[in-house]
Nanobody, 123 residues
Framework: QVQLQESGPGLVKPSQTLSLTCTVS??????????WSWIRQSPGKGLEWMGA???????YYSPSFKSRASISRDTSKNQFTLQLSSVSPEDAAIYYC???????????????WGLGTQVTVSS
């Protein structure tokens, strides 16, 4: 069974770039036809899908984050990374990496999740 684990700094200063990494075990991010996503949950808000990277390395973004987010991967480490630029206190959230249970599914049906990592934005 695939497992995901987020890592990154818990505290970021306003206007800086947030960088988070998701390490995947139990399955390769390049095999099968899965899309690997970043999702966040802010205080008082629901889950927000931010974007994803496909098994082939193609990236997709929510319009809400397209101008600030960048998702990449390191296939040698079986990791994918989120960078979010120009952060503000509104970007404080729990950030998750996740994968749907079905191939070829970009969003929804997320069956495998990391535990999440709390990010605070403060000077």
């Amino acid at each position: 069974q695939v497992q995901l684990q987020e890592s990154g700094p818990g505290l970021v200063k306003p206007s800086q770039t947030l960088s988070l990494t998701c390490t995947v075990s139990g399955g390769s991010i390049t095999t099968s036809n899965y899309y690997w996503s970043w999702i966040r949950q802010s205080p008082g808000k629901g889950l927000e899908w931010m974007g994803a990277i496909s098994y082939g390395g193609i990236t997709y973004y929510s319009p809400s984050f397209k101008s600030r987010a960048s998702i990449s991967r390191d296939t040698s480490k079986n990791q994918f990374t989120l960078q979010l630029s120009s952060v503000s206190p509104e970007d404080a959230a729990i950030y998750y990496c996740a994968r749907p249970d079905q191939e070829f599914l970009l969003t929804g049906g997320f069956a495998s999740w990391g535990l999440g990592t709390q990010v605070t934005v403060s000077s």
